[in-house]
């Protein structure tokens, strides 16, 4: 299936999700997260939810993460780039134009010290091939990283088996986690 048309695939089965199912499925994701042997990192960059597009609520993972005693690093747009931010007890958050919640200011990581990335998408297929909202923050942001950064998808859904037009500059994701599996892309 070609992106446009996944793009409005996915956000219709969410538009049909209540708040109520979503926070159940949320919590399902973040129990499944447990499986991964992912929890021993430093950094720990993740998406904070954006509720008018229903997406994941990413609370569940938050508590995961301070509960290990790592950092949570959050994005922040930039014109057609992210910043990314500790987020601490002090962080005030503000709803961008896209009720995106962004850090106001903060204390600023550079993302070659992120260890994981947890990544918003809408769909993704069997290799690991992300479908995001098509501006390219995220593939532009992951370029960025180390080399052997995680790549950790969040979805309700299982994969597709194939997304048409993959580009050489998208990049593909390690895992992705839904409320009843994880998928494992990462070569070995």
Not at 31 to 42: A, C, G, P, R, T
Not at 45 to 55: A, D, R
Not at 74 to 82: E, T
């Amino acid at each position: 299936m070609d992106k446009t048309s996944l793009r409005q695939k996915y956000k219709a089965l969410r538009s049909d999700f209540s708040l109520d199912q979503i926070d159940e499925l949320s919590l399902q994701i973040a129990n499944q997260s447990l499986k991964l042997d992912i929890w021993d990192l430093e950094f720990y960059h993740i998406f904070l939810t954006i509720e008018n597009q229903k997406e994941i609520n990413t609370e569940y993972i938050l508590h995961i993460i301070f509960g290990k005693d790592a950092n949570v690093v959050i994005p922040k747009m930039r014109g057609q780039d992210l910043d990314h931010y500790l987020l601490t007890d002090t962080t005030k958050l503000k709803l961008n134009q896209w009720n995106i919640p962004e850090p106001v200011n903060g204390i600023k990581i550079d993302p070659q010290q992120l260890d994981l990335v947890f990544v918003p998408l809408l769909g993704y297929d069997t290799l690991g091939n992300r479908v995001g909202y098509g501006k390219g923050f995220y593939d532009r942001f992951l370029s960025s990283c180390k080399k052997d950064v995680i790549k950790v998808g969040l979805s309700f859904f299982p994969p597709d088996e194939d997304i048409l037009e993959v580009d050489d500059y998208d990049i593909a994701l390690d895992y992705c986690i839904t409320p009843k599996a994880v998928y494992t892309f990462k070569q070995s």
